[in-house]
């Protein structure tokens, strides 16, 4: 049976910068299920980001629909959509974007504490370690942004996404920064969230990302195609 969690119906997404169009996205048609995982490959600038933006309800389309759990998301109103971002999707930035007056282990906390399923602070910190340790990261708990490599920060930041159980992960180059044996635990961690009934979307321009997804698309000037 299928399990479609992610609709997108024509979408077309156009960036303007000054006298010139940018078709970003160009008619986008697409299912995502839970229980899969999703890779999406293509050239530098060809809409990969502008697509998970999209479906991380951080960026509107310019026409056609995106249906979430069977509702349409542009009946919501920006309160609805945070609460759904906030609870339902985790997002490992392109660029990470950590607080950097933020320890590692509060910008891991920070999801949580907006989240109302979580009343206790004190379980909201032990979580927080938890992935922390998840990502090999719990000798670094104390450590500003700044303070950390690039590739740690990658797993802050993937920590974070994973912090209130979402459905959806979203994954933008979530390995750009790490080393071979890191890259495997991070894939192998993104496909068991998979086969734990999430939809794991994720980009990437490793060589060794095919072997672990279940479904592979392919973006080539805003357009998407299944290979
Ligand atoms: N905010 C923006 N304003 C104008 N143009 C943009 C904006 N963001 C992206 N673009 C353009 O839209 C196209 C798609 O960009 P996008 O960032 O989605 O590419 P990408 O596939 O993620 O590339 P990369 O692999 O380099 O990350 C590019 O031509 C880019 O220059
Ligand atoms: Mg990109």
Request: a positive charge; one cysteine or more.
């Amino acid at each position: 049976m299928k399990n479609v969690v992610l609709k997108l119906h024509n979408i077309k997404k156009i960036y303007k910068v000054k006298d010139e169009n940018i078709l970003a996205l160009d008619n986008i048609n697409i299912d995502f299920e839970l229980g899969k995982f999703y890779l999406i490959i293509g050239h530098s600038g060809s809409g990969k980001s502008t697509l998970l933006h999209l479906l991380g309800l951080i960026d509107n389309a310019d026409s056609g629909e995106i249906i979430f759990n069977d509702n349409n998301i542009s009946n919501l109103n920006s309160k609805e959509l945070a609460k759904l971002r906030n609870e339902k999707i985790g997002y490992i930035f392109q660029e990470f974007y950590l607080d950097k007056y933020l320890k590692a282990y509060e910008n891991i906390m920070v999801p949580m504490l907006i989240n109302k399923n979580f009343s206790n602070k004190k379980e909201i910190f032990k979580r927080s370690l938890l992935l922390l340790d998840k990502v090999g990261l719990e000798k670094r708990k104390n450590h500003f942004p700044k303070q950390l490599s690039g590739g740690e920060q990658q797993r802050v930041c993937i920590a974070r996404a994973l912090a209130n159980y979402p459905d959806i992960i979203l994954a933008d180059e979530p390995t750009g920064n790490l080393d071979i044996n890191n890259e495997k635990y991070i894939f192998n961690l993104l496909k068991e969230l998979a086969s734990e009934n999430k939809c794991v979307i994720m980009v990437s321009h490793s060589s060794d990302a095919k072997n672990y997804a279940d479904v592979i698309l392919e973006m080539d000037n805003g357009r998407l195609k299944r290979i």
